[in-house]
Each structure stands twice: as structure tokens, then as C-alpha cells.
């Protein structure tokens, strides 16, 4: 396989963590991997661990990415790149209370956490091939605010706009952000083994119940960068759902270690009546990890969307005590939808969400897609990626989550 041929991914951030997590699995799936960090020693131990390319070598480019010119310097001669991984990331320990920050502390943890991934992109945009896919790693501290941890809720809720912000005007990149929950990395495990970090204290903000081994984010990373993912501009939790649990009381540990993540995936579609959905369909056996795709929501009438939300999770639960996905399809709304309509979607939308966070201890998960009711059979092929993905044994960390679907 000459060079040109070989699917490649940049990845900052990979000495450590999520972003060695996804190494591994890009390099294992074949991928010729491009590797940024500041920790050079590291990378260079690190990358002779990595399964190999046939072809061209994995690359390793050590650069400090709070500092633009180390970033451009990127550029010279970075190969064609398929997708580019903004992962690298730090918070702020240092317990100093914002308002007696000065100017300089703030400004390194956004030079990384939020301009880094914007320099990045432009420094190699015209080494991009067709359709390339860009994935900046934010943060659940995105989506709420952590205080006591300087600048860092603030990055990553910018690097979140950002991401949308990029979609929109790059429409022929798919560009997306990952939102991470609590992820048990190395140096996550050393704290906890040194008695500096409880982990009971994360999995009682996590309805699923524990907390995500980095093999779970990588998967999410490679389904994001690598298949045909119709998420541009949105945002993927894998957080097992403490984005959507508003809860005082503590969520319960879950006594069900996930499967393994590559179990496959069987399939039971339950079809709207203009029957489009079935080829979705997947068999297997008893092994596999069990899993509904459940359309009938699209047959509802507006006001009737919350009622059969929950009709289709009554019947999903009378068949699943542990260990299996819901996957729902929703209409989407037109933007001038009916407003007493409304209401009724918006409650059913906060419906998978709160029972997602019911059911989360048991590992049964409930995620929705919000579709076009008139999708034609290309949108439905082209959804497929996505919704194996959600509802298949990659995804045990997902759940609560809507996403729209472009048409
Ligand atoms: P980590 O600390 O284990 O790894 C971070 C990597 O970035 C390291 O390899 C480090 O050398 C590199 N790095 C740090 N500063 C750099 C710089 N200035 N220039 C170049 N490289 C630099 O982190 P992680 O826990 O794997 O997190 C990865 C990403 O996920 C981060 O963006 C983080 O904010 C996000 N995240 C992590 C968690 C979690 O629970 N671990 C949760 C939510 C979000």
C-alpha cells in the first residue's frame, strides 16, 4: 500500500490517556497515525508499541501547542490527512478562585484547550483530503460549570461553539466535538490508587453507574473520524449520561462490567408504517449485545410524541432486564412547527433523557435520533453508520442523548 493510499489521522494529546486510547485503536484498524505532543520522550517509546502500517510509517511531531509557531510549524511536510483529533487538553489545579486569577493563567489554559484546536486546523486545512473529518475533544465541563478549576469549563464550552461555528462554514468537513464524562485514564487510576481521587464520588453523577474505560472514548473518536458520521456541528456525550442527570439523590453503582466492546451487535428494528427502517435490521446470537431500533414514533401524530416515547420504552423494558440499547427515531421539527406541538416534542425528548438516567444501573440505555419523517432511502443508508454505532456494544458509555440528523 503505497503512502497516498493509507487512511491518515493526526492526533494530539497521545502520549496519555484518551488520546494514546485512540492510537491504538486507529493503528489497529490500519490507520497510518500522525502524532503531536510536547512529551517527545514519551511518544517515542510510545509509537513502537503502535501496530504498524503496511506502507508508510507512523509519524511522531513534538510540538508545545500553546505556542502558534510550534502549531504552524506543523504544516511542513505533514502528509494528506483524512481526520484531525484535537484532543490534547489541561485543567487547572491550582485552586486559585478565578476573580484572583491574572491574565496569564487563564490565557495558557485557552491557548490549548480552545485556540490550539482552532490553529491546528488552519495550519494544516490545505493538507485536508475530500471530506475530511475534524473531532475536537471538549468536556462535559463544557456543557455545566465546574468551578475551582480555572478557565476550564469556559475553554471547552468555547471549543464546543467552536465546533459548530466550523461546520458551518466548512458544510463539506464533517466536524464534530466529543464530550468525555469521567474517564478512568493512568493518571486518573493513580490518583485514585493514592487515595487523592474517589471514584464513588463520579459514578454518583453518572446514571450508568461507572465511569468509562479510555477504550470507550477511542471507539466514539474513531466512529466520529473514521465512518460515515452525519454529525457535523453536533456534539457526542460519552459520558454515560451525567450531561442529562439532574438528580440530588447519588446514582447507583452498576453491578455490570460492559461487555466487550467489540461484541456484536443483533438488531430488532420496529418499523413506522411507511416501513423504511427494517434493513437496519441485524442478526445474531445469543453473545451478541441485544439492541432495538424503534421508529413508531414517526407514525405519531404532533401533541401524540410523548405518549409513544413511552409506549415504545414500556415495551422495550417488559423485554430487557440488563444489558441492551434503545434506539428511538424522532421526528425532527421544522422550524416553523406547529407551537402547540412543541411542548409535547420537548417532553419527549427530556422523556429518553430521564429514563435514561432510570435505567442506567441495569446498563440499559436509551438514545434518540431526531429525523426527517420524510427521510428517502438514501438518508436511511447513510444514517446506518450512525445508528449501529449508538446502539451497538461501542456505545455502552452512551446514553440520554438526542441528536438531529442533517437530512
Ligand atoms: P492526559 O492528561 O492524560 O493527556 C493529555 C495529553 O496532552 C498528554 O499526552 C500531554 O502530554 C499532552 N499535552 C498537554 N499539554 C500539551 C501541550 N501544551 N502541547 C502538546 N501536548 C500537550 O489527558 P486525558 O485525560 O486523556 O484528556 C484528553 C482530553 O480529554 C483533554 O482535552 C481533556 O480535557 C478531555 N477530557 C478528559 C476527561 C477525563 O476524565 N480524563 C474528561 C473530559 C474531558
Known sequence: MGEHAAKTVLITGPASGIGWAAAQRFAAAGWRCVLVDRNG????????????????????RVADLTQPDQIAALALGAPALDAI???AGMSDSSNVPLAEQDAAQLARLVALNLDAPARVYAALARVLRPGARIVNVASGAGLHAI???GAYSPSKAGLIEQTKALARVRPELCVSALCPGFVRTELVETLIEAGRLDPARAVEKTPIGRMADPAELAEALFFLAGEGAPLSGQ???????????GGSAACTPTPFAPLPLDTPLRLNVIDDTAERWAGMGRDGERECYPATLDASVLDADPGKRLAAVHAAAVRFASRHAKQASLTLLLPHEADDADWHAAG????????????????????????ALAVNPQAN?????RLGPLVHFVAGAQAQFVTGQTWRAAD
Open 344 to 367: 409535547d416534542s420537548g417532553a419527549a425528548r427530556m422523556l429518553v433523557a430521564t429514563l435514561a438516567c432510570e435505567w442506567g444501573a441495569r446498563a440499559l440505555r436509551i438514545n
Open 235 to 245: 456534539t457526542l456525550c460519552v459520558d454515560g449520561g451525567s450531561s442529562v442527570y
Open 85 to 87: 483529533i484535537n484532543n
Open 377 to 381: 432511502a438514501h438518508t436511511v443508508t
Open 147 to 149: 468551578p475551582w478549576r
Open 41 to 60: 520522550g514519551a511518544l517515542d517509546r510510545l509509537v513502537l508499541g503502535l501496530p504498524a502500517t503496511a506502507g508508510a510509517p507512523h509519524l511522531v
